[in-house]
């Protein structure tokens, strides 16, 4: 993706007017809106033939559950990224939401140009969340590392300083632009750090890599 290749954007959801409406909004702003789909089958057959950057999903669909739709898309290709948009804020649906491979959850309550604004960041490798929601999905990352069982065996490849201290901030919820600013570097080095360390870590996406980070207790060394 560069400044002239707008971003490609594919939109799920089984209702016409609403899907319709969000392909426009995108389009109209700049983006690429190479697919849309009504169902969860249809969605996992687009998503393959149009290979989007960013499929904005909702949950709630039919033949297939948006969450089982995330599974195969990122399953399939490990480079898209997903951005549900649904009108449930329900803890469980956002937690089997990331799980599945999301990058981020926004509710349809959200504004016109915090969509723009959410898509974006996604295509970035930004996680997107609505207010409240990152806290929960971190707090469960945290949980379940704590859990008993097999520890995370660190990783062969060594991270340089510099990734380390990138990693630490991933695992603590900032965005790329607030590590940017805290570490005073570019955003564009910042996400070169993440990029080298996801390869480094055999990780598929900025999620896995919250995850990981958190295993390994790294959120937990910043003050």
């Not at 969000?22 to 983006?31: I, P, S, T």
């Not at 974006?120 to 490798?125: D, S």
């Not at 910042?190 to 360390?197: E, L």
Request: aromatic share 4%; with cysteine; net charge negative.
């Amino acid at each position: 993706m560069t400044a002239d290749q707008p971003v490609r954007v594919m939109v799920v959801d089984d209702h016409p007017m609403w899907r319709e409406g969000v392909a426009r909004d995108l389009a109209e702003a700049g983006f690429a809106v190479v697919a849309t789909a009504g169902d969860g089958e249809e969605a996992v057959r687009r998503a393959r033939a149009s290979t989007p950057q960013v499929v904005v999903l909702d949950l709630n669909l039919p033949s297939l559950s948006g969450a089982e739709v995330c599974r195969r898309v990122v399953e399939a290709d490990p480079a898209v990224r997903v951005l549900v948009l649904s009108a449930s804020g329900e803890h469980g649906d956002v937690l089997e939401a990331v799980k599945s491979g999301a990058t981020g959850y926004l509710v349809k309550s959200a504004g016109r140009e915090e969509l723009l604004d959410a898509v974006r960041r996604t295509a970035v490798g930004d996680p997107v969340f609505t207010p409240g929601l990152a806290g929960l999905v971190l707090g469960e990352f945290r949980r379940l590392a704590s859990e008993p069982g097999t520890p995370a065996e660190p990783a062969a490849p060594q991270l340089t300083p510099r990734e380390t201290e990138v990693l630490r901030l991933v695992a603590k919820g900032l965005s790329y632009r607030q590590i940017a600013d805290r570490l005073v570097l570019s955003h564009r080095t910042v996400q070169n750090h993440v990029q080298n360390t996801l390869g480094k870590l055999q990780l598929h996406n900025r999620v896995e890599l919250v995850r990981y980070a958190i295993e390994q207790g790294l959120d937990e060394e910043l003050g």
